[in-house]
Every structure is written in C-alpha cells, then in structure tokens.
C-alpha cells in the first residue's frame, strides 16, 4: 500500500513494472445534452444487466436514478428556475474571487490571475436543464481498493481501479469504502428475492456475477489495446473526453477560464484538486452548480486517509494503559514488601 492521502502517482504506488501516463475523463456537463448514448454504450460493451424491471421513477426523465453495480454510467437530469441560476452565479463568483485551487502540472497561463476575469453574468434563462454524466472517480486514493480485504479490488497500469469478479467474496467492505457511493454488490434488480433460477420478477434474464462487488473498469479491456473506452467513443458532444489526466485536467481549467470570460461564473471544477481528501480523481466534472445539486460530496474524503492519526491514538491508549498496569503492579509489589 502507498500513501493515504495527499498528491501521488497510484501507478508508482501499485508497483507496476511498466508505468503508464494516468488515464482518466474529463466530464464537461455545460455541454451535456442528456440523450444517454454513454449509458447505452457502456451496458452494451460491458454486458450488464438491467437494473430490475423497467419502470418509471417520477423524477424527471431520469429512469436509471443512481450509479450501481449494473449501471456504470449515469446522466442526471436536473431542473433548475432563474432564482436558482443566480445562485450558483454567486458562489461560482466567490470562488473566483477566493482563486481556484492550483493543480500540480497545470500551465501557469491558466491560473485566473493571470488576465481580469469578467465576471458579468450573461441574461438569466427562467429555466435551464442540468445535465451530467457521472461514473466511478478512480481516486488517487480509492478507499474501496484500501479496504478490500481480499485483493479483489486491483490498481491498473493505468492508475484506474478495476474489480477482479473472481477474486471478490461479496463482503461489501468496498461499498462502505467509498466515499461517492459508487461500488455496489450485483443482485437482480428486484425488491422480492428470487427463489430459484428461472423464477424472477419481470422474466429478466439471468443476471451474471450476481452478490458481487461491481463498477466502472474505465474499460480496462480496451485501454489494453489502446482504445477509447465506449462511453467517451459515443458521446456525440464530446462532454466526455478522455486521455491521460494531466491534460485532462488541463483542458478542464481551459474550459473553465473560457466560461468565465463569457460571464458563466457558475462553472467550476471537482476533482482536479490533489490536496482534496481522495488525493483528486481520475474523473474530473465541470459544474455548473455546487456538487450537492448533483448529488457529489462537496468534501468527499477517502476513510483510510486517518489510518495513521488513528494509529498513533491507538498506540498512545495502549502505552497509557500499559503504564498503568506496570503502576499497578509495582504497587502491589511494594505493599507485599511492607
């Protein structure tokens, strides 16, 4: 096991023998159109299963509610009214204010310092659609990947965190591990349990790695043969971009500026920031809101990162409490001497 936080290389601290340039996506919800060609593409390169019989949920026209073991991708729909668009302005405008936080190897013309920002908003819509595809964050540190306790949870080449089906025993440690929700055991996508093979509800089809930990692989199949993973392949938008992360995050700074200048003071970056408590992501978003309105951890820190504080209270009880017993026992010893 590497570090437990803080900036890092996750390849250098799996030990692989050939190192790779970290992959990862950048996720431009501003130009987001919603139409779930990724969510498409990524079950059927991956052959998952759907999530449970098909109904509608009433909210909005998001059918597929949450990332989950069977649904790797997920584009959330999010209505929003004038009142609430200016204040996403405003505290975009005051983050602007405070500086974005600097990102190690980021080109320093990209820092906002360097040209007056103009931070006019341009004419408020009454209404607007937020868009946003979210997927597994492959974080420097992974707390499911820490917390695994039987290996099945694997750091790839490629910096990315891949479940190894054959090795995970369905424990659930990595579900609890992860601090976005993401992980999440397989089981047929039905309130009432199955009582036997061929009696499900809905008639689905079988359901494979059923009890199973599973999420996003970044399709570590095909970065193996130097391919785009699928749902980056299909988006028509190019909101999902895909490469290595430095210039994933690059462009993603790029992008903000140049919002900025168009007066969208709301745009803002999640994810890119090394020094947040999952050493940033390999996924990193564009906002336009704050990340609860998306239903992200504003702060999401990874529950290893205390291990050695936690470690060190723990020592100092046992030292106290050995102290104490050696006290005890020399007392003893002096009043059997009286």
Not at 116 to 128: A, G, L, M, Y
Not at 156 to 172: I, K, L, P, S
Not at 281 to 293: H, I, N, R
Request: hydrophobic letters at 35%.
């Amino acid at each position: 096991m590497g570090q437990l936080s803080g900036p890092t290389d996750p390849s250098a601290d799996a030990h692989w023998p050939i190192h790779e340039p970290r992959r990862g996506f950048f996720t431009d919800t501003s130009i987001c159109i919603g139409c779930k060609a990724c969510e498409v593409a990524c079950k059927e390169w991956n052959h998952n299963p759907r999530d449970g019989d098909l109904e509608f949920t009433g909210m909005s026209y998001d059918n597929s509610v949450s990332l989950g073991a069977s649904t790797w991708r997920h584009v959330a729909f999010i209505e929003q009214d004038q009142e609430r668009i200016e204040q996403a302005r405003t505290s975009g405008a005051a983050l602007v204010g405070l500086g974005m936080p600097s990102i190690r190897g980021a080109e320093p013309a990209a820092e906002p310092a360097a040209e007056p920002v103009d931070t006019t908003p341009p004419d408020t819509p009454e209404f607007r659609w937020l868009m946003s595809s979210d997927v597994c964050k492959h974080c420097t540190h992974a707390g499911c990947l820490d917390v695994c306790p039987t290996g099945a949870m694997m750091r790839t080449e490629f910096g990315t965190v891949v479940v190894q089906a054959d090795v995970c025993n369905g424990c659930g440690t990595c579900v609890a591990g992860c601090p976005f929700g993401v992980v999440e055991r397989r089981s047929d996508g039905t309130v009432a349990p199955t009582t036997g093979v061929g009696d499900r509800k809905g008639e689905q089809p079988e359901v494979p790695n059923k009890g199973i930990a599973q999420k996003c692989t970044l399709c570590y199949d095909r970065l193996r043969d130097d391919q785009t993973p699928a749902c980056a392949q299909t988006c028509p938008t190019t909101s999902i971009s895909f490469g290595e992360r430095e210039d994933m995050v690059a462009k993603a700074h790029e992008r903000v500026a140049q919002l900025h200048a168009e007066g969208m003071t709301e745009a803002r970056l999640y994810g890119a920031n090394p020094n947040d408590g999952v050493g940033g992501t390999g996924s990193v978003f564009l906002l336009l809101d704050e990340p609860e309105v998306y239903g992200l951890p504003p702060d999401p820190r990874v529950p290893t990162a205390d291990l050695p504080e936690m470690y060190k209270r723990a020592g100092l009880a046992v030292a106290t409490m050995a102290a104490a017993v050696a006290v005890s026992f020399v007392g003893a010893w002096k009043d059997r001497r009286r």
